[in-house]
């Protein structure tokens, strides 16, 4: 049997119902990683969890709204429970419903609810899975951390402000988690994608923003939730083991460049 590059691992990925989150849970299982699929849509969790399971990997559907510290703690104890260990967590979940971020716009226009529930499932949510995660992964010795945050955490935009501002957070957080428990080995970095052709993504999308995002890209495709897979499957092994407290974009080269790059005269 082919030996995985995560083998006798056990991994959490919060919104692991998701999009990029079953993606993710799919490839640190086929690393040989066991894996809790955690989701506010437990029925989506325990869905996906099946669906590795019948792959011959191993995975369990965990049920959570993890923006409540009592829901997090069950979440992580109900992992170590099951696998008897905690080595890498996936901190993917946010709030991305559309009819949810139309009411998040410009500052003038921003209710103080919009603000509070963002800023609890994408930012104080991060923060309580590394609370109730760390102790576990040091009693093995440490562990990995995959923060999510995204492009819009480093630029302004006219709308998605409590979303920008939540991400930001995201980004400063791993810097003080990874100065805070590196030398109990614990390494936290986050992943900045640019836009990522989820299903959800891709039935918002029309042709004419399609060939926009096409051009932003350097790349000749926008990217997928298997693209991001696989660099959590780099953060999480042993691979990566120099590299800690960063923010690693993967965004077809979208933040690397002024507007000019493909211009019809490329
Ligand atoms: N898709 C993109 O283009 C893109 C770009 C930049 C960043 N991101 C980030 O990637 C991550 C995954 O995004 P996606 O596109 O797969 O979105 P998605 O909507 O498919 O997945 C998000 C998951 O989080 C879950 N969730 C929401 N609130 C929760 C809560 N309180 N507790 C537990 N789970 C909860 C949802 O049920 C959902 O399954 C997010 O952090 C998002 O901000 C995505």
Not at 31 to 53: C, F, Q, T, Y
Not at 119 to 127: E, F, I
Not at 187 to 194: A, C, K
Not at 248 to 261: L, R, T, Y
Request: with cysteine; aromatic share 4%; net charge negative.
């Amino acid at each position: 049997m082919a030996v995985g590059r995560l083998d006798g691992k056990v991994a959490m990925v919060t919104g692991g119902a998701g999009g990029i989150g079953s993606a993710t849970a799919r490839a640190l299982a086929r690393e040989g990683a066991s894996v809790a699929v955690v989701d506010v849509n437990g029925e989506k969790a325990a869905h996906v969890a099946e669906a590795i399971l019948g792959t011959g990997a191993i995975a369990v559907g965990v049920q959570a709204d993890l923006s409540e510290e009592p829901d997090v703690a069950a979440a992580v104890r109900a992992t170590v429970t099951h696998y008897g260990r905690l080595d890498i967590l996936h901190n993917n979940a946010a709030l991305t419903d559309s009819d949810f971020l139309s009411r998040d716009t410009k500052v003038t226009e921003l209710s103080v609810e919009v603000w509070e529930r963002t800023m609890a499932v994408n930012l104080r949510s991060q923060m309580l899975m590394c609370k109730h995660a760390i102790p576990e992964m040091v009693r093995n010795g440490g562990g990995s951390i995959i923060n999510m945050s995204s492009g819009a955490s480093l630029k302004g935009d006219r709308t998605r402000t409590a979303y920008g501002v939540s991400k930001a957070g995201v980004n400063t957080l791993t810097m003080y988690v990874a100065t805070g428990h590196g030398k109990q080995g614990v390494r936290v970095n986050t992943i900045v994608p640019g836009l990522i052709i989820t299903d959800a993504v891709r039935a918002h999308l029309t042709e004419h923003m399609l060939e926009g995002l096409g051009r932003a890209t350097l790349t000749p495709y926008v990217g997928e939730p298997d693209d991001v897979a696989n660099l959590v499957v780099f953060l999480a092994s042993d691979e990566s083991r120099y590299i800690t407290g960063q923010m690693i974009a993967i965004d077809g080269g979208m933040s690397s460049h002024v507007g000019s790059a493909g211009r019809d005269d490329d």
